[in-house]
């Protein structure tokens, strides 16, 4: 049985060989594999490119355009929706004309994206609205942009995701910020969901920075209340345009059509506090206080004060009773938010660091204190407080106006001085209607501020409107009663404030026109008050004399030292003119310091007249001397410098304006009274000045002013007839050869002529009223022909090699100029001796031999003669 076995195992063959196949290489395909594989020729069509399709349309980097990008913005990966977001900024960006064509349009398609899941897509497209979409649309229909934003930024704020739902409230920032007007609209559902994400607190310390971020929008939301707004410009630090104290609403609520928000803002009030309180255990807590944790306490404290304004100053004060805004609910939600304040936030007071703290968490401490402080008193509006509560939030202020929370160095006193500001609109009510322990002290203390604030800072600006506002009262309280002793302490108070004000308008110079404007109107006002307050007027009287450094001084040698008032704007030099006229005696010393400021060339002429005319306000009621008065007037047109090189000339500005000045100057002199008395004050002055010589348009200035003073027949005394008979005679030749000289280049003849009428006119009135001058300046014209020594008259003679038949051509004009005056005329027939003497000269010089002329000159004097002759008959 064995044998036939093996038999058979050895007849059956061998169905599959075993191959051996080495390690790594491919296995060949099965025999019985079926080729799937299709091979295939590219098909080419014409026409069919999608840049061909594009020519001519708006495309962003990546060449798509705003319709594909809108497209996928909807698009179910988010990176393709983020990555349409930046195509749609740069496809704006580069084609300002694709967002105006198509704004609405991109707007209404991009809102579904506000409560997208993705934060990154949320994020795109607030800058995608923030930096490009929002300030394009500035112009346009703002009514429908936020129209069609609103609704889906209402939906993303009840989302279930609580990023989703901050995020939504950035979007409101945004769109407040961008069209605030459009807040009255969505005032209601913004505090509605402003509440609604306050009282879900649960993600308060996972995220700190998402609640600062909310409630810095319900600020802005806050800050756009009617009766906020001023406080928002205060904040803003806009001096220029804000007043720092009197925060009073022109217009009632029910006005506006928001009395329906009163309520919704009373019920954030106890969400505000509870989230307040939350942050609480961080202040006391060793390590200190983070930055987000403080910032979201700031912005929490910050609104309710806000709202707190809202309450004080957002009622119709117009109402007769509670019930007309909501009855007897509203004056119970009234007490319920007031003992809320008392109970939980007032009651924290003041909040105490740690120990150990570092100086930056003290003032972060400093900084929270000053905001419950500032509720308080606005608190205080509208309820009473129990008076241990006020005692220390007094304590408080007394010590914040003394700079007790004052660090040493520089950076600490500004820091003290940007909290304490936010508390100086309350010092006019606690000194004028407070507790009268607490006015002395406050008194002092605010006395005490006002004098450390750095010059043109803001704190050193709310200060003065704080003076400003306390004026009335303390004029009121001083009116009735000055022995008692608070009014002495008031009085003392405004001494102190008033002899500061001159130092401080020094200290800011011109750096600070702002503030410097706010002292001048602050000046002006307590003058204003002086005059009606006499226990007020010595105070402001003595401020003229540390106002003199603000004008100008005259040092040691004649130097003039000029202060900020030439460089200060024309609005506060006005102011500071206007001051001026309310003292009581304006002394020689100011004047001067004025007188000053006038002969400076920097000086507007406007300002000049001006000047001229408050002086002669203040002279008209009695605040000024005739003394003084009148030597202020001499002093100007005795020292008015022109143009150098342009005396004379009536087309210079100078000369126009010392023309004009000294017509101002006769025509108020003429109004002082008694000609006669005020020409025996000033005749001695002006006449002593004419032989000095000084410049033709000063001496005609001098002259005009006598002759309006003097009468026909003149008053002059004979020693001053005598000093001008001597003097005249240079000071008309000088006339005629300034306007004739450069006569071809400053007009024509008949304007040469009416300009040397003008400077010789005030001597032909002279000598219609003196005959006996007029004879005395005949003598001096035949005897200054004869002195073969004669000096040349001026400098400018001195330039000329000819100076003898310049002198006689000078005379020769005199004289027919004389001769053409219908009254001087007849006078000249009393003194034709004089004259034929005269002509007599003018030939004997013509003919003399011992005098070398030139033949020129010799036929220029014959033609004079020959001009002269005539008058003999």
Not at 314 to 329: I, L, N, W
Not at 522 to 531: K, P, S, V
Not at 752 to 771: E, G
Request: hydrophobic share 40%; glycine share 4%; charged share 25%.
């Amino acid at each position: 049985m064995t044998h036939s076995k093996a038999n058979s195992k050895k007849q059956r063959g061998i169905d599959f060989k075993k191959i051996r196949r080495k390690v790594g290489r491919k296995l060949p395909p099965p025999k019985n594999t079926t080729d799937t594989e299709i091979r295939s020729k590219a098909i080419v069509l014409p026409e069919q490119s999608l840049a061909a399709e594009k020519a001519g349309l708006a495309v962003n980097k990546k060449g798509l355009t705003l319709k594909e990008l809108l497209q996928q913005t909807s698009h179910h990966n988010a990176k393709v929706r983020r990555d349409a977001l930046m195509g749609i900024k740069d496809l704006f960006i580069r084609y300002p004309e694709e967002q105006r064509l198509h704004k609405y349009a991109a707007v209404e398609k991009l809102r579904e994206r506000i409560g997208d899941d993705d934060k990154v897509v949320r994020k795109s497209l607030y800058d995608l609205f923030k930096v490009v979409i929002l300030p394009g649309c500035k112009e346009d229909n703002q009514e429908l942009i936020i129209s069609l934003l609103m609704p889906y930024v209402f939906n993303a704020m009840t989302h279930l995701a609580v990023d989703v739902r901050i995020m939504a409230f950035d979007f409101v920032d945004l769109i407040l910020e961008f069209y605030p007007p459009s807040f009255s609209s969505y005032a209601e559902k913004i505090f509605h969901n402003y509440e609604d994400i306050l009282r879900k607190n649960q993600f308060y310390l996972q995220d700190k920075g998402k609640l600062k971020d909310a409630l810095a929008g319900l600020v802005r939301c806050l800050s756009l209340l009617p009766w906020n707004k001023r406080e928002t410009d205060f904040d803003n630090k806009d001096i220029g345009k804000t007043v720092l104290h009197a925060f009073r609403v022109d217009g009632s609520v029910s006005s506006n059509g928001l009395s329906y928000n009163i309520k919704k803002l009373k019920d954030l009030v106890p969400v505000l506090i509870n989230s307040f309180l939350e942050f609480i255990p961080l202040v006391h807590a060793t390590e200190g206080l983070e930055g987000k944790s403080f910032g979201c306490m700031v912005f929490i404290l910050r609104s309710i004060d806000l709202i707190v304004r809202s309450i004080a100053y957002g009622t119709d004060k117009d109402s007769e009773s509670p019930s007309s805004q909501g009855g007897t609910d509203v004056a119970e939600q009234d007490v319920t938010i007031s003992s809320v304040l008392l109970k939980k936030l007032f009651s924290l007071f003041p909040l105490n660091p740690a120990e150990h703290l570092s100086e930056r968490d003290c003032d972060r401490l400093l900084d929270l204190n000053i905001a419950i402080a500032k509720i308080f008193f606005e608190f205080n509006e509208w309820s009473c407080p129990p008076p241990n509560l006020l005692e220390t939030f007094l304590e408080f202020f007394e010590g914040a106006l003394l700079g007790k929370f004052c660090r040493a160095a520089w950076s600490g006193k500004a820091a003290w001085e940007e909290h304490l500001v936010q508390l100086l609109s309350f010092i006019p009510k606690y000194i004028s209607r407070g507790p009268s322990y607490w006015k002395s002290r406050l008194l002092q203390a605010f006395t005490h501020s006002f004098k450390e604030s750095m010059p043109g800072s803001l704190l050193n600006m709310a200060c003065l409107s704080a003076i400003e506002e306390m004026l009335t009262p303390i004029q009121s309280i001083l009116s009735m009663e000055t022995s008692n002793p608070e009014n002495l302490e008031l009085q003392d108070a405004l001494l102190a404030w008033i002899r500061y004000l001159p130092i401080l308008l020094i200290q800011l110079g011109d750096k600070h026109p702002a503030c410097s404007q706010v002292v001048l109107c602050l000046q002006l006002r307590i003058g204003q008050c002086a005059l009606l307050n006499p226990s007020v007027i010595c105070m402001y009287d003595n401020m003229q004399y540390s106002l003199q450094d603000f004008y100008c001084t005259c040092q040691e040698g004649g130097q003039i030292c000029y202060g900020p008032f030439l460089r200060l704007p024309r609005e506060s030099q006005e102011l500071s003119l206007c001051s001026l006229y309310y003292f009581s005696h304006l002394d020689l010393p100011i004047l001067k310091s004025l007188a000053c400021c006038c002969l400076s060339a920097d000086l507007d002429p406007y300002l000049l007249f001006r000047i001229i005319e408050i002086l002669h306000s203040a002279y008209r009621d009695g605040h000024i001397i005739n003394a003084d008065f009148l030597s202020v007037f001499i002093t100007l047109v005795l020292h008015f410098k022109v143009s150098p090189g342009s005396a004379g000339f009536k087309d210079d500005p100078r000369c126009l304006t010392l023309k004009s000045l000294t017509t101002v100057l006769c025509s108020y002199m003429a109004q002082m009274g008694d000609n006669s008395l005020v020409l025996q004050m000033i005749e001695k002055v002006i006449v002593d000045q004419i032989p000095q010589k000084p410049s033709l348009d000063n001496s005609c200035s001098l002259l005009r002013i006598l002759v309006t003073v003097d009468s026909n027949p003149t008053r002059l005394s004979e020693q001053s007839i005598i000093t001008l008979g001597h003097h005249l005679l240079d000071y008309m030749m000088d006339a005629l050869l300034c306007v004739s000289e450069d006569g071809d280049e400053h007009g024509t003849p008949s304007i040469r002529s009416s300009t040397k009428h003008y400077y010789l006119l005030p001597c032909f009135f002279l000598f219609d009223r003196c005959h006996r001058l007029m004879n005395l300046v005949l003598k001096r014209m035949g005897s200054s022909i004869t002195e073969s020594s004669l000096l040349p008259v001026s400098d400018k003679c001195t330039q000329h090699t000819r100076g003898r038949v310049i002198r006689v051509n000078a005379v020769t004009s005199v004289l027919l100029l004389m001769h053409k005056d219908d009254k001087l005329q007849q006078i000249m027939y009393l003194f034709k001796e004089d004259i034929d003497n005269i002509i007599q000269q003018v030939l004997s010089l013509q003919s003399s031999g011992r005098i070398n002329m030139t033949i020129e000159e010799r036929h220029e004097i014959q033609c004079a003669f020959e001009r002269l002759n005539f008058l003999s008959g």
